[in-house]
C-alpha cells in the first residue's frame, strides 16, 4: 500500500516484436538429370544412331543460314549421283535378259513346261514391284516430315540415323511391327483383318503396266489405263470394309464419307484422261508416253500439258481428283481428326494401321507415274540435248516432283468440309471434264 492507501499501478511493458529473420536462400535445385532414353532406342537403335559420327554430321543443315556454298554442294552431288546410278543401270540393264534366259534354260533342262519359266520371272517382277511400294512407304514418310517441318519452321526428323534422321521410318517400322495387334470386342474380326489387305494389294498390282521408262515395265497391256482405274476402284470396298467391321460410330462415318468421296471423283478423274486417250489413240501407257515425244520448233516438248487449254485444264482437274483419291489434304474428311478421331483407322493399330499408309503413299507414288506418263512426256526428256541421260531416270524424277507437289498441297491447304467437298466435284470438275474432251474433239477435228 502506498502513502496514498492505493496500490501502486503496474503498467504493463509492451512486447517487443521479434526481429524478422532473414529470408532463407532457397535451397539450389539439382541440375534436372537428363530423361532416360527409351530402352527400344538403345536397343534397336544404337548401331543406326552411331552414324550421327559420321563425317556428314558437317552437312547436318544444308539449308540453314550462311550455308549457301553447302546447298550448292549437295545439288551438285545429287546431278552427280543421278548420272552416276544411269551409268550403273545402263551397264547392269542387260543382267534382266541374263536372268530371264538363266531361268528360261534351267526349266527347260529339267523338263518342265515353259509355263513354269514364265511363272517364275512373273514372280521375280513381282516382287520387284513390291519392294518399290515398301521403300517409297519407307522414304515418303521422311520426306514428308521434313516438308512439313520446313513450311513451319521446323527442323524435323534429325536425330536417327544421324543424317538428316534417315532412320527415324526405319524404328518407327520396327516398332509398329512389335505393338500389339488390337482388334474391339465389337468388330467383325474377319472382315476388319482383311480390310488393310483389300486396300493395299490394288495398288501393289496396280504398277504392273506402268512404264519406268522406254519399254520399262512389268506387263505390256494394251488396255493398261482401264486396268489401272479399275483396280483403283476396289481400294473403296476396303474402306468400307474397315469402317464397318470395326463397330465404331466414327469409324463408319469415316468409311461412308471416303465411299461417297471416292466414288465421285473417281468420275472427273477418268474423264480428265480422255483428251490424252484421243490424242495418242491407245490405252497402252508406252504408246501415251512415245506419242509425247518429239519437240515443236526444236525446243517446246510436245508433251499433252503443253496442249493449249485442253492440256492444262485435263492435268489440273486430273491432279485435283487424284488428290482427293488419296484422301489428302484438303480433301482427307474422311480422317478428320478434329470430327472423327481418325475416321476408319480409329480401331486399328501396329502393322494393319501402318498398313492403310503403305497404301495411302503408294496410290501418291502411281498418281505421280500416272502424271508423269499421261502430261509430262514419260521418259522423254524436257530438251533434245539432254536425250542422252536414260529415259526411267526422267520418268522417275518427274513423278517424284509430282508427288513432291502432292505434300506440298497437303501442308498449304485447310480442309474442305463435307458438302464444299461434294460441290466442288459435281459443279465444277465434273462439267468442266465433260467441256474439256467436247474441247479436245473440237481441236482434233479443226486443227
Same mark, same amino acid.
Do not use: C
Given at each position: 500500500m502506498t502513502a496514498s492507501g492505493s496500490e501502486p499501478s503496474q503498467t504493463p511493458l509492451a512486447s517487443a516484436a521479434p526481429a524478422p529473420k532473414p529470408?532463407?536462400?532457397?535451397?539450389?535445385?539439382?541440375?534436372?538429370?537428363?530423361?532416360?532414353?527409351?530402352?527400344?532406342?538403345?536397343?534397336?537403335?544404337?548401331?543406326?544412331?552411331?552414324?550421327?559420327?559420321?563425317?556428314?554430321?558437317?552437312?547436318?543443315?544444308?539449308?540453314?543460314?550462311?550455308?549457301?556454298?553447302?546447298?550448292?554442294?549437295?545439288?551438285?552431288?545429287?546431278?552427280?549421283?543421278?548420272?552416276?546410278?544411269?551409268?550403273?543401270?545402263?551397264?547392269l540393264a542387260p543382267w534382266g535378259d541374263r536372268i530371264y534366259e538363266a531361268i528360261v534354260s534351267f526349266v527347260s533342262a529339267r523338263g518342265w513346261p515353259a509355263v513354269v519359266g514364265e511363272a517364275i520371272w512373273i514372280v521375280i517382277k513381282a516382287l520387284i514391284v513390291l519392294h518399290v511400294i515398301l521403300i517409297n512407304g519407307l522414304w515418303a514418310i521422311w520426306w514428308e516430315r521434313k516438308i512439313s517441318a520446313h513450311i513451319q519452321s521446323r527442323v524435323g526428323p534429325t536425330y536417327a540415323g544421324g543424317f538428316h534422321g534417315w532412320a527415324q521410318t526405319i524404328l518407327d517400322g520396327i516398332k509398329l511391327l512389335l505393338k500389339e495387334d488390337v482388334t474391339p470386342t465389337a468388330a467383325d474380326k474377319w472382315v476388319h483383318a482383311l480390310a488393310p489387305a483389300i486396300v493395299v494389294v490394288p495398288v501393289i498390282i496396280a504398277f504392273a503396266p506402268v512404264s519406268f521408262g522406254v519399254e520399262l515395265s512389268a506387263a505390256n497391256l494394251d488396255v493398261g489405263v482401264l486396268y489401272i482405274f479399275a483396280l483403283a476402284g476396289i481400294s473403296v470396298i476396303g474402306i468400307v470394309m474397315a469402317g464397318w467391321a470395326s463397330g465404331n460410330k466414327y469409324s463408319l462415318l469415316g468409311g461412308l464419307r471416303a465411299s461417297a468421296q471416292l466414288v465421285s471423283?473417281?468420275?472427273?478423274r477418268a474423264f480428265s484422261v480422255v483428251p490424252v486417250l484421243m490424242f495418242a489413240g491407245s490405252l497402252n501407257l508406252q504408246i501415251i508416253a512415245q506419242a509425247q515425244s518429239g519437240y515443236w520448233w526444236g525446243?517446246?516438248?510436245?508433251?499433252?500439258?503443253?496442249?493449249?487449254?485442253?492440256?492444262?485444264?485435263?492435268?489440273?482437274?486430273?491432279?485435283?481428283?487424284?488428290?482427293?483419291?488419296?484422301?489428302?489434304?484438303?480433301?482427307?474428311?474422311?480422317?478428320?481428326?478434329?470430327?472423327?478421331?481418325?475416321?476408319?483407322?480409329?480401331?486399328?493399330?501396329?502393322?494393319?494401321?501402318?498398313?492403310?499408309?503403305?497404301?495411302?503413299?503408294?496410290?501418291?507414288?502411281?498418281a505421280s507415274f500416272l502424271l508423269a506418263?499421261?502430261? *509430262?512426256?514419260?521418259?522423254?526428256?524436257?530438251?533434245?540435248? *539432254?536425250?542422252?541421260?536414260?529415259?526411267?531416270?526422267?520418268?522417275?524424277?518427274?513423278?517424284?516432283?509430282?508427288?513432291?507437289?502432292?505434300?506440298?498441297?497437303?501442308?498449304?491447304?485447310?480442309?474442305?468440309?463435307?458438302?464444299?467437298?461434294?460441290?466442288?466435284?459435281?459443279?465444277? *470438275?465434273?462439267?468442266?471434264?465433260?467441256?474439256?474432251?467436247?474441247?479436245?474433239?473440237?481441236?482434233? *477435228?479443226?486443227?
Amino acid at each position: 500500500m502506498t502513502a496514498s492507501g492505493s496500490e501502486p499501478s503496474q503498467t504493463p511493458l509492451a512486447s517487443a516484436a521479434p526481429a524478422p529473420k532473414p529470408a532463407a536462400k532457397p535451397a539450389a535445385k539439382p541440375a534436372a538429370k537428363p530423361l532416360p532414353e527409351p530402352v527400344f532406342n538403345q536397343r534397336a537403335g544404337r548401331l543406326i544412331r552411331d552414324t550421327r559420327y559420321w563425317p556428314t554430321e558437317l552437312w547436318k543443315d544444308p539449308w540453314a543460314s550462311q550455308s549457301y556454298r553447302r546447298g550448292a554442294a549437295w545439288l551438285a552431288g545429287i546431278i552427280l549421283g543421278i548420272f552416276a546410278t544411269g551409268w550403273a543401270v545402263g551397264e547392269l540393264a542387260p543382267w534382266g535378259d541374263r536372268i530371264y534366259e538363266a531361268i528360261v534354260s534351267f526349266v527347260s533342262a529339267r523338263g518342265w513346261p515353259a509355263v513354269v519359266g514364265e511363272a517364275i520371272w512373273i514372280v521375280i517382277k513381282a516382287l520387284i514391284v513390291l519392294h518399290v511400294i515398301l521403300i517409297n512407304g519407307l522414304w515418303a514418310i521422311w520426306w514428308e516430315r521434313k516438308i512439313s517441318a520446313h513450311i513451319q519452321s521446323r527442323v524435323g526428323p534429325t536425330y536417327a540415323g544421324g543424317f538428316h534422321g534417315w532412320a527415324q521410318t526405319i524404328l518407327d517400322g520396327i516398332k509398329l511391327l512389335l505393338k500389339e495387334d488390337v482388334t474391339p470386342t465389337a468388330a467383325d474380326k474377319w472382315v476388319h483383318a482383311l480390310a488393310p489387305a483389300i486396300v493395299v494389294v490394288p495398288v501393289i498390282i496396280a504398277f504392273a503396266p506402268v512404264s519406268f521408262g522406254v519399254e520399262l515395265s512389268a506387263a505390256n497391256l494394251d488396255v493398261g489405263v482401264l486396268y489401272i482405274f479399275a483396280l483403283a476402284g476396289i481400294s473403296v470396298i476396303g474402306i468400307v470394309m474397315a469402317g464397318w467391321a470395326s463397330g465404331n460410330k466414327y469409324s463408319l462415318l469415316g468409311g461412308l464419307r471416303a465411299s461417297a468421296q471416292l466414288v465421285s471423283y473417281e468420275l472427273p478423274r477418268a474423264f480428265s484422261v480422255v483428251p490424252v486417250l484421243m490424242f495418242a489413240g491407245s490405252l497402252n501407257l508406252q504408246i501415251i508416253a512415245q506419242a509425247q515425244s518429239g519437240y515443236w520448233w526444236g525446243v517446246v516438248p510436245r508433251w499433252f500439258l503443253f496442249y493449249p487449254v485442253v492440256g492444262q485444264v485435263a492435268f489440273a482437274i486430273f491432279l485435283i481428283a487424284s488428290i482427293a483419291e488419296t484422301n489428302r489434304t484438303p480433301f482427307d474428311i474422311p480422317e478428320a481428326e478434329s470430327e472423327l478421331v481418325s475416321g476408319f483407322h480409329t480401331e486399328y493399330s501396329g502393322m494393319k494401321w501402318s498398313i492403310f499408309f503403305l497404301a495411302e503413299y503408294g496410290y501418291v507414288l502411281l498418281a505421280s507415274f500416272l502424271l508423269a506418263a499421261f502430261f *509430262l512426256g514419260g521418259g522423254a526428256a524436257p530438251l533434245p540435248w *539432254l536425250s542422252a541421260i536414260p529415259s526411267w531416270i526422267w520418268m522417275l524424277s518427274k513423278a517424284l516432283f509430282m508427288m513432291f507437289v502432292f505434300l506440298w498441297v497437303r501442308w498449304t491447304f485447310p480442309r474442305f468440309r463435307a458438302d464444299q467437298l461434294m460441290d466442288f466435284n459435281w459443279k465444277f *470438275l465434273l462439267p468442266w471434264s465433260f467441256a474439256n474432251i467436247a474441247l479436245a474433239g473440237a481441236y482434233l *477435228l479443226w486443227i
